[in-house]
């Protein structure tokens, strides 16, 4: 069963910056869309960015662009989420999600960051906390 295991959440203040890290145990479709999503109590799941296999397509919520970065070592099996400039509604738990990227074929390759049942494989998540 694929396993995937974010780290690197904590506390910043508004402004900082946190790179999250996510370990994936193996590759069930090496054409895979990763993606990076997070939520807050009472709210629904965001998706915050997505980057398919080659890593040359990335996808960034609005909210999110100039700000954060997707990325990944294959080397490794992981994946990363580097977050500047940090804000208060920044705060949530991350997730990382894995899922073949047949989906995107109807989007020029471009993973999804809206269509959460896209991605069969989640992590547990990793809490970010922004002070003000």
């Known amino acids: 069963q694929v396993q995937l295991v974010e780290s690197g959440g904590g506390s910043v203040q508004s402004g900082g910056s946190l790179k999250l890290s996510c370990v994936v145990s193996?590759?069930?479709?090496?054409?895979?869309?990763m993606a990076w999503f997070r939520q807050t109590p009472g709210k629904e799941r965001q998706g915050v960015a997505s980057?398919?296999?080659?890593?040359?397509?990335?996808v960034y919520a609005d909210s999110v662009k100039g700000r954060f970065t997707v990325s990944q070592d294959s080397s490794k099996n992981t994946h990363y989420l580097q977050m500047n400039s940090l804000k208060p509604d920044d705060a949530a738990m991350y997730y990382c999600?894995?899922?073949?990227?047949?989906?995107?074929?109807?989007?020029?390759?471009?993973?999804?960051?809206?269509?959460?049942?896209?991605?069969?494989?989640w992590g547990q998540g990793t809490q970010v906390t922004v002070s003000s």
């Open positions: 980057i398919d296999f080659s890593g040359r397509r990335t």
């Open positions: 999600a894995i899922g073949s990227s047949a989906w995107a074929t109807h989007r020029g390759g471009y993973c999804s960051t809206s269509n959460s049942f896209e991605y069969g494989n």
């Open positions: 193996e590759y069930v479709d090496n054409r895979y869309c």
